[in-house]
């Protein structure tokens, strides 16, 4: 749809447009897809997405037209750090730009991807605009928006320093009470700040009563990180803060051999008495 719209304040005129009189072009869009000689049917315009997790999105593209047209399908993002989107047709994915040809009638399938990052967080939102053009009427253009939405993961724990020993520390935490828990990780490493990972992996505990672990094997006089991890049903996970904890020192032995000292004072004590004795005689 294009309209004249008047930028100067003199009168236009029907039959002409006057010597200095300035009008601009304007395409009118709009997001009823008659525009595009097609029609869109979205499965759905927003659903729930984990950290680290998909959300999909189906959407049905019909040609209305009574012969064949080519569509122009392109993907606008308003993402967080570190998510990512693309579209399907059939088995090709694009990331911004791809052309449909449909005969009088045909429809096709396009799949919209959104992608979360694994360190997104609750609330946060992942929006894109597939926009459709028809060859046969490029002034038309339509689109269709769609919104995934983490999730909140499960309670963090709070981790605590119970006893250490010279081989192993004893560490506490606060109960999980979410109906959907899953399990326990415990995770250790010798370096502040780290992230949980399979090199810090210790002890996977499924019982949500359990909230102790003695963590075993360790060095003595060493300090250690730890950080508690809790996953529910969805894969969701949060960790504790993190804590640090060090082994104790074992003990010195003594040097020499036992009772040697004590031996060498009474003998020295014993000969000092014998020769004062015979001193005094």
Known sequence: VVTFVQTHNKESHIGGIPPKQYYTAEVLQSNDFRYTNASVT??????NIYKGGEAVFDVELENTRTTSDTYTLSL?????????????????????????????????????HIFSSENALSG???????????QSKPD??????????VLSGPTQPTVTFESASTTSITLSWTKNTDSNFDRYEIH?????????????????????DTTYYEVPGLTEDTEYYFKIRVYDTNDQYSDSDEISAKTSKAPEEKKGIPGFEMCMLIIALGLIFILRKRFVK
């Open 76 to 112: 606008t993002k308003n993402l967080p750090s570190g998510w990512s989107s693309n579209f399907c047709i059939g088995s090709a994915c694009y990331s911004s730009t791809a052309t449909v040809q449909l005969n009088a009638g045909e429809s096709e399938t396009v799949s919209i």
């Open 188 to 208: 250790k490493s010798t370096s502040s700040g780290f992230t949980p990972a399979n090199a810090t992996f210790v002890k996977t505990l499924t019982d949500q």
């Open 42 to 47: 979205p499965e759905k315009t927003a659903d």
């Open 124 to 134: 946060d939102k992942g929006i894109v605009t597939l926009t459709i053009t028809s």
């Open 140 to 149: 038309g253009k339509s689109g269709v928006t769609f919104t995934a939405t």
